[in-house]
């Protein structure tokens, strides 16, 4: 995954630039299907490019990992630390692929087993 796409898109550059409503916006982030993070001067939202596909849409699969992600407590940083991990055995694409290709079942299996991990006595 290329630095760009973690790259904070504000709010406002969203809703001009790919015709996303406000409203869904604030939905997905309070519904726990988007990160986002408020600027502490301005007040204004910002969200990692990662999470949008073609035409500005956040698939269903981005908004199950988020979801996932976030009630298990693993930052946005992790989760894309995870995201960037090489798929299989022969280095394949990576995690954050199979979001793209609608196989976020897989992710979400994943990002549970960080969780999992995280838990054992080690």
Do not use: C, K
């Amino acid at each position: 995954m290329h630095d760009t796409l973690t790259t904070p898109l504000p709010a406002s550059w969203l809703v001009s630039r790919l015709g996303i409503r406000p409203a869904e916006i604030d939905r997905l982030r309070e519904r726990g299907e988007l990160f986002g993070a408020q600027h502490d001067a301005t007040g204004e939202w910002f969200y990692p490019a990662w999470q949008f596909g073609p035409g500005g849409e956040v698939p269903p699969g981005v908004r199950a990992v988020v979801r996932v992600a976030r009630s298990l407590g693993i930052t946005e940083e992790r989760l894309v630390s995870v995201l960037r991990r090489r798929v299989g055995l022969m280095g394949g694409g990576r995690l954050f692929d199979l979001l793209f290709e609608g196989r976020a079942d897989s992710v979400v299996e994943a990002v549970r087993s960080l969780n999992v991990a995280q838990a054992m006595p080690g």
